[in-house]
Nanobody, 115 residues
Framework: VQLQASGGGLVRPGGSLRLSCAAS????????MGWYRQAPGKQRELVAS???????NYVESVWGRFTISRDNTKNTVYLQMNSLKPDDTAVYCC??????????WGQGTQVTVSS
């Protein structure tokens, strides 16, 4: 199973980016797809997640600015990030919870918010 993430980059404060993460390989079931991030000197935090039934969850700091969505036909999860702030600067990693304790991770993609 591989998770291929893309969409990171450098953006000015107030700008937008859209991250994508596509899962490929033999995945029998995907329960939860989501994104973590880790900034230098800070702990990793769960940014957003989406269950197979459509329930979404966000860390409070991104409420109203980030939107997670998924295309189950493509095993792909997206993170639309608007009104970006310098505090959003981090390496963003996608993950898939396939149930029974199985979690797959994608490679990180750097998001830098700076003027």
């Amino acid at each position: 199973v591989q998770l291929q993430a893309s969409g990171g980059g450098l953006v000015r404060p107030g700008g937008s980016l859209r991250l994508s993460c596509a899962a490929s390989g033999s995945i029998f079931r995907i329960n939860v797809m989501g994104w973590y991030r880790q900034a230098p000197g800070k702990q990793r935090e769960l940014v957003a997640s989406s269950t197979s039934t459509g329930t979404t969850n966000y860390v409070e700091s991104v409420w109203g600015r980030f939107t997670i969505s998924r295309d189950n036909t493509k095993n792909t999860v997206y993170l639309q990030m608007n009104s970006l702030k310098p505090d959003d600067t981090a390496v963003y990693c996608c993950y898939v919870n396939a149930g029974r304790g199985v979690i797959y991770w994608g490679q990180g993609t750097q998001v830098t918010v700076s003027s």
